[in-house]
């Protein structure tokens, strides 16, 4: 069975993937997530506190998601960073969408927990293009994870069907271009 502050936090991403986050109060995450009135608030006194709670959640979530496959070709680089974005924008775009608002709105205290992630996803892209490309393409990680963002952000707001290989294909080789 899972438990109350697990299921207050499912709803709570729920809710600010789908409504924005002024969803984000107890009231709400309490109804969301079928729990008596004042469930949520035994865990998070404050929304401050239910922010902080929200956002390390995500963290961990998608640390568990991760799987981060050992890549030793361009071409496994392309379709994991393929799967990754078609993930963010299909199954879990709720997640993705309150990810991004809690960055634009939470302060930089409570937002550590995604910078960190995001930190290592950086160091994880860094490594790979050493390895298939030397210094030169390790250096372009932020290039390439901006384009892959870029196109996260395209498939959640304007086009859900954008393609992804192509444009990922694309931004691989101009990161490994010599």
């Not at 981060?68 to 070709?73: A, F, K, L």
């Not at 997640?95 to 205290?109: I, N, Q, S």
């Not at 050493?130 to 393409?137: E, K, V």
């Not at 870029?150 to 859900?160: F, N």
């Amino acid at each position: 069975m899972t438990s109350t502050r697990s299921r207050a936090l499912r709803a709570a991403v729920e809710l600010v993937g789908s409504e924005g986050v002024r969803a984000l109060t107890h009231g709400r995450v309490d109804a969301a997530a079928s729990l008596p009135p004042g469930s949520t608030s035994n865990h998070f006194r404050t929304r401050a506190a239910l922010v902080a709670g929200v956002i390390e959640w995500i963290a961990a979530a998608e640390r568990a998601d991760a799987g981060v496959p050992e890549i030793t070709t361009r071409e496994q680089l392309i379709a994991a960073l393929s799967r990754m974005i078609e993930a963010q924008s299909g199954p879990l775009a709720a997640r993705t969408r309150a990810r991004y608002a809690l960055f634009l709105e939470a302060d930089e205290d409570a937002t550590r927990p995604l910078v960190a992630q995001r930190d290592v996803f950086e160091d994880w892209v860094r490594a790979i293009l050493r390895d298939l490309g030397g210094t030169r393409a390790e250096q372009r990680a932020v290039f390439l994870m901006a384009t892959a963002e870029g196109l996260l952000l395209h498939r959640l707001t304007v086009d859900p069907d954008a393609p992804v290989d192509d444009v990922i294909a694309r931004a691989v080789d101009a990161a490994l271009a010599r």
